[in-house]
């Protein structure tokens, strides 16, 4: 890092938190902390949901994902043009119309205090479980790239974040979300050009594109349906709508963004703006991995981008002859590229393939794991490595507000629903405004606080990390069957909505253990289990009534 | 659709804006299995 990376870096954070907090104002009710007092613009929640959406570790990992299994990742966000829709005609208006705070204080209005109450709960342990990982993940591969110690990374982000988001609210964090989007695609185009650029003379962009496609990393569409490829048009169009509708329907770290708007059309402009920009962004993200791919075509690439994998296998005596297998195949498969040659570099490709995963092996066992996965390390080791001074800031900036834009939003709607679902509701039911404004400002310290502490213990649970992320995204499908409950089916009641919830965690947890079913499928089958037995119990109770 | 809802601010109702919005992802995923088709050999 030079001093002009430096100086973009903190002018980027500085303007980002200082812009969000003048924007805000300051916030005298709890409508207008927790939910701007709706007056939000539609682009400024557009932006402010894309942002939340895009975590660090999706902006550092999407490019890797590219680089390492190509562009196939995009068909994920193929349905969520769908599920804007949907949320836009059937969600939006309804929440709006109902005045609530919170995604699962409607859920009482509709059913009960109890599936209300399970509801939220579901939504503190699945985000409380993720917001901690939210902040490590970026701490830990800044730090193993730039050797910045992760504690104080970590410390550091988590501190700012808290600060603005514990002093303007919702209305702070939406107009810094919307600056740190900017700053996003801001870093977004500038690696893409700079990787273009920095593409050899008789690499054209046309030869480009022929040699990443030749090694399979252009494969933006799949049509083949295969219910265990996590990623394919079928998953991305049904799966993938489902998890949208769960995501933007029913959490409340997104649900929140939209209930600012100052009108309904204002809410539903914000989401379909989304449902048109988010595809072609994570195409651009993708595609540049892509490119990162074919600039290592000719110029050579680590065995290894994790840096301390790579010690470990320096360390191993197979290392030099694999180092120098290595090296010949690379020498191979440039000239292959250099003459077009395609089916020679294909077959040079697989040689590479195939010795990095010897080398991702090694390194693993070296360091007492399994296989190293070093898809994260791949588009930072470029950016620090190969981009101009002052771009490597700007980069490191978007990096930085994305990781910034998803935990003050994970940070504000956690304390909402502590406020609103938990503390309001069922600790203390009368007070003056004044008392649950104090009261929100403090519960959004106490889950900064956690989401501190959380990540500092959990940059030393490795794999454990991805296990809890993953576990996090378990309880959505039933969370979005049970407001299709509400929503679609106006003769269940609460005891039956209630136990949907749990009939759908058990058919989902049920599936998730005993079969290798892709993951995106798993919010479906948690919806659709939810609303057959929430229909179910219905039946079952009224049978009585009738028969009486 | 409500009739005293509030309408978009283009193409006359949220119908035709979801529709737009439906006919949009067509085109996406038509253009993706064009790049697939003609660049991923």
């Given amino acids: ?548 | 659709m409500n009739p005293t809802e509030e309408r978009p601010p283009f193409r006359g109702s949220w119908g035709r804006v979801y529709a737009a919005l439906a006919l949009y992802l067509v085109l996406l995923i038509a253009l993706f299995t064009w790049f697939t088709r003609s660049w991923n050999r």
């Fill in chain 1, 1 to 548: 890092m030079r001093p002009l990376d430096w100086a973009v870096l903190g002018a980027s954070l500085a303007g980002i938190v200082l812009y969000g907090l003048w924007r805000s104002g300051s916030s005298r009710t709890t409508s207008q902390y927790l939910l701007a007092g709706k007056t939000m613009p539609w682009y400024a929640m557009a932006l402010s949901i894309m942002a939340t959406q895009a975590s660090a570790i999706t902006f550092i990992s999407t490019t890797g994902q590219a680089y390492a299994d190509g562009m196939r990742f995009v068909q994920m966000y193929l349905g969520l043009p769908l599920a804007m829709i949907l949320i836009s005609a059937f969600i939006v208006p309804r929440f709006h119309s109902s005045g609530v705070f919170t995604a699962y204080e409607y859920l009482e209005r509709r059913f009960d205090a109890k599936t209300r109450a399970l509801a939220g709960v579901i939504f503190l342990l699945s985000r409380g479980l993720a917001v901690g990982v939210s902040l490590s993940a970026p701490a830990v591969v800044l730090t193993v790239i730039l050797g910045w110690p992760s504690q104080w990374t970590t410390l550091a982000m988590g501190a700012l974040v808290v600060a603005y988001t514990t002093s303007g609210g919702i209305a702070a964090v939406t107009w810094t979300e919307f600056v740190q989007m900017l700053v996003m695609l801001a870093g977004l185009f500038a690696a893409l050009l700079t990787v273009i650029l920095l593409l050899p003379q008789e690499a054209s962009f046309t030869n480009a594109l022929a040699v990443a496609g030749a090694a399979g990393k252009l494969n933006a569409v799949v049509w083949r349906l295969d219910l265990h490829d996590q990623y394919n048009l079928w998953s991305g169009l049904i799966g993938g709508m489902f998890l949208a509708l769960s995501y933007f329907g029913c959490d409340q770290s997104q649900v929140q963004r939209y209930l600012t708007g100052r009108s309904v059309t204002q809410s539903r402009l914000s989401l379909l703006f989304n449902g048109l920009a988010k595809i072609p962004m994570q195409f651009l993200i993708l595609f540049t991995g892509a490119m990162v791919f074919v600039f290592y075509v000719y110029t050579q690439p680590p065995i290894v981008f994790h840096p301390e994998a790579m010690r470990a296998l320096e360390s191993q005596p197979s290392y030099e002859p694999l180092s120098r297998e290595y090296d010949r195949v690379f020498q191979q498969r440039r000239a292959a590229a250099q003459r077009f040659d395609l089916e020679g570099f294909r077959q040079a490709q697989e040689q590479m393939d195939e010795i990095r995963s010897h080398a991702l092996t090694i390194a693993g066992q070296a360091a007492g794991q399994g296989r190293v996965n070093d898809t994260n390390y791949v588009f930072l080791w470029f950016v620090v490595h190969q981009i101009p001074t002052g771009v490597v800031g700007l980069i490191l900036a978007a990096i930085f507000a994305a990781a910034m834009s998803t935990i003050s939003a994970e940070i504000n709607s956690l304390a909402t629903v502590s406020m609103v679902d938990i503390y309001r509701r069922f600790l203390r039911r009368e007070a003056p405004d004044g008392h649950y404004l104090a009261a929100s400002r403090w519960l959004t310290v106490f889950w900064g606080g956690y989401a501190i502490v959380t990540a500092l213990y959990a940059q030393n649970l490795g794999s454990l990390v991805e296990a809890v992320n993953r576990l996090g995204s378990l309880f959505y499908g039933t969370l979005l069957g049970v407001f299709v409950l509400a929503f679609a089916f106006p003769r269940v009641g609460g005891t039956a909505a209630f136990f949907a919830m749990i009939a759908g965690e058990a058919a989902v947890f049920t599936v998730w253990h005993f079969t290798g079913l892709a993951f995106l499928w798993l919010n479906a089958i948690g919806c659709l289990a939810a609303v057959a037995a929430g229909c179910g119990v219905a039946v079952l109770g009224r049978r009585p009534q009738a028969a009486g």
